[in-house]
């Protein structure tokens, strides 16, 4: 006759290692679209490719609230920038020269975070001011814009408002303000400059801006550099990489795959088309040839 306590202590230990399988992987990104996007193509991607369950927690915050839920294992990766990275989370001046800045930002979160920041995605998203076309057809620098007579009314992201290398960045440049600064939502400010009740003239953007994209708008050249680089990149903490042997290869299949003007385009799908986020993923990873 079987011992019913071997039984009962042979069924605890089955229940016991059916509940500690493999941890699923969380793919996080920060609020703006543009990286709810770039999480949603990673998490799909990651979803076509592995075995291991996938959840995601889209739109956790800012950059070091975000990278801080990495950091204390609430997610597992993420998609970020090489200057933010800099700026923000080594708390250091990052290299007008984006090779320079990727670099550090790499070493640095391998040593001392144990963070791999993996090769970047083929896009840098440098902040940049842009204004209307017309009425500014004279204007396609930041030194012109503030060489102007316009006493210019700026709107800048609640992120760029807070950051070290935000506002302070445009000091060299001496725009002239006629108005006091406005901060709203990173989707709120290309609207902002159509809205008579939120009367604003210049905006802060990014290059990788789906608004850049229309003929209405354009981008002020930074010729002072006072802008980071941008590169946009996964980062992914050592811990999980080694947990899950094909984890690497996979994202780096998504290397190289997103240049500027194809993440511009993916942005008008998702910002100004109001397309799902999922639906413009999942057509992105087919054209792309990764999933």
């Not at 006072?226 to 990489?241: G, K, T």
Request: one cysteine or more.
């Amino acid at each position: 006759m079987i011992n019913r306590t071997f039984l009962a202590a042979l069924g605890a230990a089955f229940l016991l290692s059916s509940c500690s399988g493999p941890k699923p992987i969380v793919v996080g990104s920060k609020d703006s679209l543009e990286q709810q996007l770039l999480g949603e193509i990673i998490a799909q991607h990651l979803e076509h490719k592995l075995t291991t369950k996938i959840e995601r927690r889209l739109g956790g915050g800012d950059t070091r609230s975000v990278h801080q839920t990495m950091l204390d294992g609430q997610i597992s990766l993420y998609p970020e920038y090489s200057g933010l990275i800099v700026s923000e989370i080594l708390r250091d001046t990052p290299s007008p020269d984006p090779g320079v800045t990727f670099e550090r930002a790499r070493q640095e979160l391998k040593r001392v975070e144990l963070v791999e920041m993996l090769a970047p995605l083929g896009f840098n998203a440098v902040t940049a001011l842009a204004v209307r076309a017309e009425g500014n057809e004279g204007v396609s620098s930041i030194s012109q814009a503030a060489a102007s007579a316009t006493r210019w009314k700026l709107g800048v992201s609640y992120e760029f408002q807070n950051r070290p290398n935000g506002l302070p960045s445009l000091t060299g440049y001496r725009l002239e303000f006629g108005a006091p600064l406005r901060s709203m939502k990173d989707e709120e400010l290309f609207q902002a400059m159509d809205d008579k009740d939120k009367p604003v003239d210049m905006v802060t953007a990014t290059l990788s801006d789906g608004n850049l994209t229309l003929p209405k708008w354009k981008a002020l050249e930074d010729n002072l550099s006072a802008f980071p680089p941008a590169e946009a990149a996964i980062l992914v903490r050592d811990d999980v990489l080694a947990a899950e042997a094909n984890l690497r290869g996979a994202l780096l299949m998504l290397s190289g795959k997103i240049n500027l003007e194809t993440m511009r385009k993916l942005n008008v799908q998702v910002a100004i088309e109001k397309r799902p986020l999922a639906e413009v993923a999942a057509e992105f990873l087919k054209s792309a040839g990764v999933s």
